[in-house]
């Protein structure tokens, strides 16, 4: 008996993007086919379990082939053994750096080191996302930081150019490869509450505002070390708590500009001073570089601590800190004024992304 097949040649690699989250996911084949099976994929192309099975073992082949060339995604649009159109490759790419928040959480601000490999297992089974999707996040991490901790030139731009990620994506990278570089305290109970992207946001205002790179855009590691001189120049800072004088004027101006603009008046008043030293402290001790790691949690123990009890509202904080700011600029011995408003432009939006009421 004679039997007609239609059969259809082409070069273009198919890669179902299904099959290639679950790939990236870390799934087996065979659960791979089980959560096809379930989304009724069998009913949809009229397929057997044997044909379904195959699909996704050719596919899982083809992802692992390409694997190497995503570690170089500028290499992946130059080879010729995948016949791949550009919106695709842009596809493949995005997802595979992509991560879960759940386990960026866990690492950031740790080394990108054997060590802290070791301890993925724990890291899977805390955050339910699996040990070989663990694994490529981790090296991604790991990947990334390499390659740009040397270069010149603006950390998001590197990335986003060597890397060819999204600016979203590139920017969470940069958030990542800074916070490993200054290991950044973030797993102490007190910093649970803040999430990644959180922390993501504050690391854009440290790298637009305090490194080298904020103010010299062709120096070495620029967007990644924190500027020493800057830091040097944070000390002068203390004449504002050192100084009984000023710290009076300043609490006084602070005060007047705040009486009967907020419910929290009385205890602004009264914790005034002590509020004021843990700010300025924080920035007189970050020539230290333990005292660095340990920005985040002097933050919340020594001011957004002391106002949460007080029971401030964000809008109060915002109003605090914007007169706090401000009131420098008029203190009349007070010449630090360019340091002060680099210091302060990070600590108000931080302390304004922290602070949840």
Known sequence: MAVELDVFVGNTT???????????????????VK???EGGVME?????????LSDTMDQYRTFHMCERLLHSPSKLANQLLFQIPPNRQAMLIERYYAFDDAFVREVLGKKLSKGTKKDLDD??????????????QFDNFKRVFKVVEELKGPLVENIRHHFLLSDKLARDYAAIVFFAN??????????????????????????????????DN???????????????????????????????????????????????????????KNL????????????????????FIDLVEKFIEPCRSDRWTAAD??????HYNNSAHILDTFKHQAVWDRYMTVIKSCIFKMYHD
């Open 14 to 32: 198919i890669m179902d993007e299904e099959v290639y989250q679950l790939w990236l996911d870390g799934y087996t084949v065979n659960d791979a």
């Open 35 to 37: 959560v096809r099976m």
């Open 44 to 52: 949809e192309c009229e397929a057997s379990a044997d044909v379904l």
């Open 123 to 136: 890291i899977g089974a805390k955050t339910g996302v699996t040990l070989k999707s663990c694994r490529r």
């Open 182 to 215: 200054h290991r950044f305290e973030t797993g102490k109970r007190k910093l649970q509450y803040l999430t990644f992207q959180d922390f993501a946001f504050c690391a854009g205002q440290l790298i637009s505002n305090w490194t080298v790179g904020a103010v």
């Open 218 to 272: 062709m120096v070495e590691d620029m967007d990644v070390d924190l500027d020493k001189e800057f830091l040097q120049e944070l000390k002068e800072l203390k004449v504002l708590i050192t100084d009984k004088d000023l710290l009076d004027q300043h609490k006084s101006l602070v005060c007047t500009a705040l009486r009967g603009k907020t419910k929290a008046y009385n205890e602004m008043e009264a914790n005034f």
């Open 276 to 295: 004021s030293r843990g700010l300025v402290n924080i920035a007189a001790k970050l020539t230290n570089t333990k005292d660095v790691r340990d920005f």
């Open 317 to 322: 904080m915002r109003l605090y800190l914007t």
